[in-house]
């Protein structure tokens, strides 16, 4: 992974993290995030104009990655919270990433990677660092736990949403090997939007979007460049890097976001959550030489 590719995938964790950050102030997380697209998407839509060069037209491909891709994140973060809602998260968050056991699989079927000794090894650690954040003690048995009950709609809704996250980078990454990053993210970011707005529209959310802004709205302005900065930045980084590699040094957000929560919101965090994110970390530079 060359050092502007690695850059800018580790400043894209960095954003991820902000934003996440964010969404935990807010009041009502899926209209915050809601919110959030539309200021990113109107951030962006400006961008576009004052750059003043002509949209390359998109052939059928990215019209066809572009809506999977679109579809497939907002799916993933439906079914992540479908299995935090009805499980314990110590139980759903690890099985929410096991996407990085299928993002090699897929590098190296789809796309003909292939993964150096060194470079495997760290997305193992990342793997087992991102897996073991939420876990309550550090040996096998615990490690396994999450797999015990696969009964559990939230074990089979965690499941479900690492194995669709997987499908959605590999859009992603087909499709900016075609066409701009710049432009296919701006293509991503309308899609997702709509489909959120989609959601929007039920009963359930009536007054909150309005409620939302009057509480948040220094909050939402702020978001809109932390989301695109994190979106731009790992699609460039995307293009330049095996996305074998790509989507497990993105977990360094993991990273990031234990040390936001501890200097910021003051949380504590035991060895297990900080040895998780040392592995992350190790992990990452691991890849980054491999």
Request: hydrophobic share 50%.
């Amino acid at each position: 992974m060359s050092n502007l590719a690695f850059t800018l995938i580790i400043f894209s964790s960095v954003m991820h993290a902000l934003w996440n950050l964010l969404v935990k102030q807010s009041h009502h997380k899926t209209v915050f995030i809601w919110w959030m697209f539309v200021s990113s998407g109107l951030m962006f839509s400006l961008l576009l104009l004052l750059l003043h060069q002509p949209i390359p037209v998109p052939d059928s491909r990215v019209l066809f990655m572009a809506p999977g891709g679109g579809c497939c994140f907002p799916l993933y973060h439906l079914l992540t919270g479908r299995s935090y809602a009805s499980g314990d998260i110590s139980l759903t968050y690890p099985l929410c990433q096991t996407s990085m056991l299928y993002v090699p699989l897929w590098g190296m079927l789809l796309m003909h990677e292939k993964l150096s000794l060194i470079g495997g090894s760290g997305i193992a650690l990342v793997a087992l660092g991102a897996y073991s954040v939420q876990l309550q003690k550090f040996t096998l048995d615990e490690l396994l736990r999450p797999f015990r009950n696969l009964r559990e709609p939230s074990v089979r809704f965690a499941l479900a949403a690492g194995f669709v996250y997987s499908f959605g980078v590999m859009f992603d990454k087909a499709g900016v090997q075609i066409y701009s990053p710049l432009y296919f993210t701006w293509l991503m970011v309308f899609i997702m939007f709509t489909l959120m707005s989609v959601n929007l529209l039920r009963g359930r959310y009536k007054g909150k979007v309005t409620a939302e802004w009057q509480a948040n709205w220094k909050l939402i302005l702020m978001s809109g460049p932390i989301l695109m900065a994190s979106f731009i930045a790992f699609r460039y980084g995307l293009k330049m890097s095996p996305v074998s590699y790509a989507v497990p040094v993105r977990q360094v957000s993991i990273l990031f976001g234990v040390l936001i929560g501890m200097i910021f919101l003051k949380e504590s965090y035991g060895r297990i959550r900080l040895g998780s994110a040392a592995l992350i970390l190790v992990g990452a530079f691991l890849i980054k030489f491999g």
